[in-house]
Each structure stands twice: as C-alpha cells, then as structure tokens.
C-alpha cells in the first residue's frame, strides 16, 4: 500500500549494510583499506579532515619487519611505489641492511642491529602511496568527524554517526583513528581513554644548511634526511629531521615558543658527538619545530577493556595503543591480521550466502 514504510527483515538488512567501516585515514586505516579492497571486502574510510594535506606536522620512519606483512597486505602495483615514498628516492634499498645504535656523547657504536629491507619512508608520501585507487566519496570520505556510535538489536550491525548530522551503517567497524581516538573515548569513556603522559617529550626540528654542511650532515653513516626536495646536487634544499627526547613532568605545562624550542634543542646538542652536535648548532634560529609530549595508552589493563559489541567494533593502530616512537609498524601488522584472518573470511561468505 502506497505510503506504508517498508520493514526490512534482519537478513535483508545485513546484507544491504555489509560492509567495513574505518574510521580514520592514517596509515593504518589505508593500509587496511587497501587489503579489504584486494579481497574484494566492501568497506568507505570515514576521515575527519576535509583535505588530505589538512595537517601540518609530518614526521619520517623507518619500515623494516613491517614491509613483509604490507607487501602482503596491498597490491602490487601499490607496494611497487614504496621506494618512491623514500625520504631520498635516489638512493634503492639494500636487500640486507645493518641499523647501527651509537653512544650519543661519544659516537661510539654499540651494536648493529641486522635487518632485512629497511625502508626509510616520509609520512606524507607513504599515506599518498596508500591512497592509490581508492575511489574519492565512495571508498573515502572526508570531512566525517565521528560523534556517535549505535549498535542494532539483532546484533548484525554498527552505524557510525559523525558531526554533520550524517551516519554510516556497516557489519564491522575498525577505528584507526590515532592516539586520542573518538571511537576510543566511546568505548570506555572519556577518562580511561586519555593517554598517560610518561615524563618525557620531543621537539620535532626540520632544518636547512649550507651545500657544505649538509654534504657532512648526508655522509655516510648520517642519515637524518627528510627531503631532498629538488634533487640529489641542490644539496641547499635538502632538509634534515631531527630531536632530542628529554625529561618533563607529565603534569607541567610547555609554553615556549618556536624560537625558544629551536634554543633548547640547540643547547641539549652540546653533550652530543657529530654529526648530531653539528645538525642542532648549524639550525637557522627560525627553523620550523613542533612539540610534543610522550604519551601511551595501555590497552591490557584491565579498566581499558571495551565492549566490542558481540565483534562488531575494535581498536587498531594508534587508537588501539599509543606509544612512544619507534613503533609504527604495529599498525600495518593490525592491518594484516584482520585481513588476512580466516575468521574475517567465514565472516563475510556467511553474509554473501544468507540462508
């Protein structure tokens, strides 16, 4: 009868809403959606910047015991791009590598540590590398800042309601949306989702140097790049990243400014060796700098359990354990396991063959 409000059977319902919600376009999330969408897994990443480029710090890292599973986990056309994402894309990856740890007074070495392929990466290029393919609007959507979460009765689905009055429903969803994740907050509420300051803090430092000393600063071993920017001669252009972690009370309050950061990063620099004494001393006093202070997250604790909804809503990446650095691959090892489970497998044929 005209006008009569259709009642969807439950089966019915599953089936129109099967698919993945992510919540959160960093890293992990893309990395995820890229496996999902390898196995032919529905699924829309919900981002709550509008523009991809709509934050301003970036960062490098170094991707080694993480490549094998991301080579897995992506396509291959998408993981053929990874030497582009390089912080220096001129320089290919050796097979076999050997990180070194130094005595930072001293230069002394430690220890080397042996690796595998180990990929020194850029943040930005590495996000733009996962983000190959995936279809604007459809397969991401931007500017979707979560509010809210619901779950249905029948236990079969979670819509996702975000800060425009709009909502998504799906089977599943995974929330990797970063150290003070909403989803999180949701989760176990506002107060046991808060990182713990861990009385430490950085102070990210992004400089420029004359040919002749950023020549120094690049021989090998160095290797505190982040950009070469107009290529490998324009050695002017070439910008370096580095810090100093130091001791500061979880409870006090950091005011400094960009100039008075680049003045104490400069002064905890005198009790180290070069090439790091130097990269500090030669910083243009105007250098751009963030700050941060060193949090973690501990999600075995007991007051940090959630709910996951009978497997409908979990944690990865970032929002599932914030750390300090030197980290970041857990999250493309979250991303492997949740694709590459058979239970995500049994899990969708069920849906793809209701009975």
């Not at 894309?89 to 076999?96: M, Q």
């Not at 071993?221 to 324009?234: K, V």
Request: proline share 6%.
């Amino acid at each position: 009868m005209a006008g009569k409000p259709v009642q969807l059977s439950s089966c019915l319902s599953a089936m129109l809403n099967r698919k993945v919600l992510i919540i959160g376009a960093g890293s992990t999330g893309l990395a995820l959606a890229q496996g999902l969408k390898k196995k032919g897994i529905p699924f829309t990443v919900y981002e709550k910047d509008a523009r991809p480029h709509a934050r301003e710090r970036n960062w490098t890292f170094g991707l080694h015991w993480g490549a094998e599973p991301l080579r897995k986990l992506v396509p291959a056309h998408v993981f053929s791009q990874i030497e582009a994402a390089q912080v220096d894309p001129h320089v290919a990856t050796k097979d076999t590598d050997r990180l070194p740890f130094k005595n930072g007074a001293t230069g002394e070495l430690i220890m080397h540590i042996e690796s595998a392929k180990f990929y020194r990466l850029r943040r930005d290029k590495f996000r733009a590398m996962l983000l190959t393919d995936l279809a604007p609007d459809h397969e991401i959507q931007r500017g979707k800042e979560l509010a809210d979460l619901t779950y249905s009765l029948d236990g079969k689905t979670i819509t996702a309601h975000f800060a425009d009055n709009t909502s998504a429903t799906g089977a599943i969803l995974i929330a990797t949306d970063g150290p003070h994740s909403r989803t999180r907050t949701l989760l176990v509420g506002e107060a046991r989702a808060k990182p713990t300051p861990i009385d430490f803090a950085s102070t990210m430092c992004f400089s420029t140097h004359t040919g002749e000393h950023a020549l120094f600063l690049r021989a090998p071993p160095h290797h505190p790049l982040y950009s070469t920017r107009s290529g490998r001669t324009q050695t002017e252009s070439w910008v370096f990243f580095h810090y100093i972690s130091f001791p500061e009370a979880r409870d006090s309050i950091n005011t400094r400014s960009n100039a008075e950061h680049v003045r104490h990063q400069k002064q905890l620099a005198r009790r180290f060796a070069d090439p790091w004494r130097s990269v500090f001393e030669w910083m243009p006093a105007d250098a751009p700098v963030w700050y941060a202070k060193l949090r973690n997250w501990d999600p075995s604790l007991p007051e940090h359990r959630w709910d996951n909804r009978l497997g409908r809503v979990t944690l990865a990446g970032d929002a599932a354990h914030p750390m300090t650095f030197q980290r970041g691959r857990h999250g493309i090892k979250h991303s492997k396991l949740f694709v590459g489970s058979e239970m995500v497998h049994d899990f969708w044929a069920s849906y793809r063959e209701p009975t």
